[in-house]
């Protein structure tokens, strides 16, 4: 498949936190030895307020800098961690960029390839899509996923214009090879043997997708400049590449050892760095691996040395907290059962009307902006807060979550329930006006002071474990 499709932007994301895999190993040795040869590097670690729709709002929010959203026609959010299977996740992520309610969006899963095959169909769609991917994979403790795995996300704006990077094709290969799974009723993955995965998967399907895809596009495999495949399995990529014909120098690094396997989500977060560090006639070459395999060609074209800086997987990268506690990682996802105190006991029901009719000053965080005055409010009410307007229903919409704020006060609270204590929060002014009160996140303890530049990132609110349901909202974060 070939036509005139490429990708117009790119961005990703990666929690701030990093767990050092030899903390993993010391914990868990006693019983697993064998993990002490994986315990180099360091793997992405959500904070309990991320989860898979959070982190594709921050990867689409990079993607779209300094562009304008109203050209989106459709959102696709591709994972296999998607917090919720009867709501569209997608439509939240929709909501919390701004996007118009005349949009397509649409889930993908089933599949670790998941995110290349949204790419492949965003492509062949014809409409300017803003392709997501997305992961927040589970292991059981002491496992070798545990290691390997990492959470993050990416997102790719595609379409017709002017492509920093043009399709020039991308085949498929579809077949049940089953190196791992996991079922509806559990909660992590089960995979197979790693050298049947190796010798009978990568090495035989990678390279069959990729010679079609060659031979589709009359490209031979030694002009490949860069060559993106998630694969922790050793020495596997450079195998698959010279089976291929591919050049040893074009094998991207995998980013193991500095944010782990982010699933879904990573061919990807490998794409979006290829592009970052590419120079115009760039040809780019993405496989994904599971139940077959996708592969696609870019070329890279002029526009990208036009294209505004995206923070994309190295400013994710730089965006970094050494954590060396294992059990905060457990504890933050649910592998142990803390006792949380009387004051976790609270009901979190969700007025599912409330939430649907504040729904834009929720989760798009709109406030609003006096027509008569100019002042800015969070929330927007009826009346100007400006005590020399007080104009009555003068309110146009004001979007906050882009704009810079600063800290005007703060309370480190030990007393009230927090999954990360102490919970932290304050008010906060906007640049250019309008103040609220905000939860912070992302912040080192002790580490608060008033004027403090701060930015707003889309969050978890609460967990309602009681019926299953997950409210998010926007938080404070320091800019670092």
Not at 390 to 401: E, G, I, K, T, V
Request: neutral net charge.
């Amino acid at each position: 498949m070939a036509n005139d499709s490429g990708i117009l932007s790119y961005g990703a994301y990666l929690p701030r936190r990093r767990l050092q895999r030899k903390s993993i190993a010391a914990a868990n040795s006693w019983f697993a030895p064998g993990l002490r040869g994986l315990a180099k590097g360091e793997r992405a670690m959500a904070n309990w307020d991320e989860d898979t729709v959070t982190m594709a709002v921050e990867a689409a929010r990079d993607c779209l800098a300094g562009l304008p959203p109203a050209g989106v026609e459709q959102l696709i959010l591709a994972s296999t961690t998607h917090p919720f299977d009867d709501r569209q996740n997608s439509a939240i992520v929709a909501n919390a960029m701004h996007l118009a309610s005349a949009l397509g969006v649409l889930d993908v899963t089933g599949s670790q390839r998941a995110g290349t095959s949204a790419l492949i169909s965003a492509l062949a769609g014809g409409r300017k899509s803003l392709v997501t991917a997305s992961e927040h994979r589970l292991a059981k403790a002491a496992s070798p996923q545990e290691m390997h795995y990492g959470d993050g996300a990416a997102a790719l704006l595609v379409g017709r214009g002017a492509p920093i990077a043009r399709l020039v094709g991308s085949h498929s290969e579809t077949v049940d090879f089953v190196h791992q799974f996991r079922s509806s009723e559990r909660a992590h993955d089960y995979a197979w043997e790693e050298r049947w995965i190796r010798d009978e998967g990568y090495m035989k399907l990678v390279p069959a997708a990729l010679a079609a895809l060659f031979k589709a596009t009359g490209v031979a495999p030694a002009a490949v400049t860069h060559f993106c495949l998630p694969c922790t399995l050793p020495r596997v990529v450079p195998g698959v590449a010279k089976r291929a014909g591919i050049a040893e120098s074009a094998v991207r690094d995998n980013l193991a050892a500095v944010c782990g396997d982010t699933g879904a989500a990573h061919a990807l977060v490998m794409l979006a760095q290829a592009l970052a560090q590419a120079k115009a006639g760039d040809l780019i070459a993405v496989a994904a691996f599971g139940q077959g395999c996708d592969a696609l060609l870019f070329e890279v074209t002029d526009a990208i040395a036009a294209l505004p800086p995206r923070g994309g997987v190295d400013g994710a990268l730089a965006r970094r907290k050494e954590e060396s506690n294992y059990l905060r990682f457990l504890a933050f996802n649910d592998h142990i059962t803390l006792e949380r105190g009387m004051r976790a006991e609270a009901d979190k029901g969700t007025p599912l009307t409330t939430l649907y009719r504040n729904r834009d000053m929720i989760t798009g965080l709109i406030g609003g902006r006096c027509r008569s005055c100019g002042t800015l409010q969070f929330p927007r009410g009826r009346y100007c807060v400006n005590p020399k307007c007080n104009a009555l229903d003068s309110q146009d919409d004001q979007p906050f979550s882009d704009t810079r704020a600063k800290v005007m006060s703060y309370t480190g609270d030990v007393l009230t329930y927090s999954a990360d204590p102490p919970a932290y929060y304050g008010m906060i002014e906007f640049d250019g006006g309008g103040r609220m009160m905000a939860d912070f996140t992302d912040l080192d303890e002790g580490k608060v002071e008033v004027g403090m530049p701060m930015r707003m990132m889309f969050r978890i609110k609460e967990n309602d474990t009681a019926r299953g349901f997950v409210r998010y909202f926007w938080k404070a974060a320091p800019i670092v």
